[in-house]
DNA sequence: ATGAAAGCGCTAACAT
DNA sequence: ATGTTAGCGCTTTCAT
């Protein structure tokens, strides 16, 4: 069957096959000439390109991608798009992409396993030419992710990697920013800082309450294990998580949350409660979001230059596609902490 | 020349070649039972799948759409995917295309219409089976929308359309969302509404204008010229407008702006100068960006449904690709005031 | 129920 | 400098 349009306007595309028909010479020319390949004569360039541009020609990047055996194209899979930190990756991706001239197929898991199981199976049948990762909320299992390394394309995750692989990774440093974050609470007087944690099996979230464990112990504060909750990291998370806190008659000072979104719902909650931060309630957050700086006080939070991570992440892919890349390998960007009025208690206000 | 992957682990992927060698029998029948088509044995099926699961095979998406010449993928084209709206809007698209099994390439013009231009080349060169888009700030020349069209292949816009263009569109009701918001703030005994405007080739922004002008009239206040700029409704746009009005001696007491983004600078502007929200000052926005709900007065604005005008995109796609499409059409939601207290002036404490 | 053969549009090896 | 040929992996006639 020629497959031919439904009941569209019957527009067919134009082949280099038609264009060689007219031109009396034969597709290998037309080719060669419209890629600005050597072995053409000058006047038959000429002539080709002026013809497929009066023809309307576009070529079919189907077609050479099956026939080269690449797509030019790369998967990014997301947990959301509408998170500052990963939009602000995702731009970093797309501006190194797009002077080289890959398209980048964007997915969303909205942290589900299964839609990020089957958005790899998507990839991996479009055949991309490379993915680009960072974990969903649930994921704690990496089978989908061993068909990519044996499909044989480069793989590479950014900021929620998993563990267990040998796998490239681009990280931020969330236990150095961590640590900054509540050594600097300290230091303003909060004593009692609780801790909104994500799930263990991340690796940000381990290595962020890492970094809060290790800020409390540096100052000599024991680890009240009634401080460190996980929740989500919703702002609807966070409001409930603190209004459960104080119900159970459980009243910290202040709040280092994984999240900048569960920092604010515990933000807000506290203040229709009452409480004045940061004099009464310290609070301090992750990530940058920008309503972080709209917001009354402004919260403390840290920032993942995540703009520039994507650009490593799109680098090291070019890298990889080249043959250029190594063993995996893993690189840590340094975080850097916002200090805001949100943790800025002065002391004589106590 | 095979084309072997460079230096990576030599993978071939399985092919439907593959797997019929194996079985002793031929690639259609591998492919007939694979796609659960009639006119295969019920044994041979069986041992097809088997095979094909136990080889890991994955079929060549690339391969299949040349062949069938559709590629069940589409493209959306939208100015950023951080805006609340656009995610929202893109959210909507995504769910009934993972019903429909479709995959979605999201682009991003940053409100550049360069990249516009070169995004419409791209999808067209990968051969999506449709188009979804939103216009970007710069566009003022659809050009390369005509590309699309005399392509054959479902195109809609939503939100931001052409005027000039006969296609598809689905809209929210920007004139009357506007027009009940300015007249709520009029109720709240506002009366010196300034304006900030988009671009006036822009339906939606020409829209709101619109609805704005005529509350004041309905309300018999004079238009002052003055008080009504266009600038490009970031934070920074709108923290440097009302800035500029103030510095030229021009006081409004409210401000109806197109876009919460110049809403909110020109609230932390104000603030900032000691003006009280919405007491001294009244300000409201458009959109219902997440951030307007926290932040201090929460903001007044307009909720578009995003995710449903989403929804409303992908299904007028499946319906056009189907070839049930007529003439083009247009579908307009009603949009949601959302009165806040940034413009709830009580008028006793005027 | 199965197989043989053609072809989607393009590229590249191998002629000439 | 140009042409010929084969084939990427799949689907779909058209046999049998």
Redo the contacts between chains.
């Keep these: 069957m020629t ?1 031919k ?7 067919k ?1 134009v082949t280099i096959k038609d264009l060689a028909r007219q031109l009396g010479t034969t597709p290998s020319t037309v080719s060669r000439a419209l890629r600005d390949q050597s072995g053409v004569g000058e006047k038959m360039r000429e002539r080709v390109k002026a013809l497929a541009r009066q023809q ?1 020609y ?6 050479a ?2 026939r ?2 690449n ?1 030019h ?1 790369i998967g990014v899979i997301v947990p ?5 930190f990963f ?2 990756v ?2 970093g991706i ?1 501006e190194v992409a ?1 002077e080289s001239r890959y ?6 898991t ?1 942290d589900r396993l299964d ?1 990020e199981r ?1 958005y790899v ?2 990839l ?4 991309v030419d490379g993915i680009l990762v960072s974990l969903g909320l649930e994921t704690d299992n990496y089978d989908h992710f061993e ?1 990519v390394i ?4 480069p793989l590479i995750f950014f900021d929620r990697v998993p563990d267990e692989m040998n796998v490239n990774r681009i990280l931020v440093d969330d236990y150095q920013g961590s640590l900054q974050v509540v050594q600097q609470m300290i230091r303003a007087g909060y004593q009692r800082i609780a801790h909104f944690a994500g799930p263990d099996y991340l690796n940000v979230y381990r290595d962020r309450k890492q970094g809060y464990l290790a800020a409390l112990q540096k100052n000599n504060i024991p680890v009240d294990e009634d401080l460190v909750i996980s929740n989500d990291l919703t702002i609807e998370a966070g409001r409930r998580s603190m209004q459960e806190l104080l119900a159970k008659g459980i009243m910290p000072d202040a709040l280092f949350s994984a999240s900048d979104y569960s920092a ?1 719902g515990a933000l ?1 909650f506290m203040q229709e409660q009452g409480y004045r931060i940061p004099q009464d309630f310290g609070v301090a957050g992750f990530s940058n979001e ?2 972080t700086s ?3 006080p402004p919260l403390t939070t840290v920032d993942q230059h995540s703009k520039e991570m994507g650009k490593y992440c799109m680098n090291l892919f070019l890298q990889e596609v ?2 250029e890349g190594g063993a995996p390998g893993r690189i840590m960007l340094n975080p850097e902490v916002l200090i805001r009025e949100s943790t800025l208690r002065k002391t004589d206000e106590k």
Tied chains: 1, 2.
């Design positions: 497959p349009k439904k009941g569209h306007k019957s527009s595309q309307n576009r070529p079919n990047a189907v077609a991608g099956l080269k055996g797509s194209t959301r798009v509408n998170r500052d939009s602000g995702i731009a797309e797009y398209s980048v197929i964007i997915c969303q909205h839609k089957q199976e998507t991996l049948s479009a055949r068909k044996s499909s044989g394309i604010l807000l920008k309503f709209y917001i009354k080249k043959g």
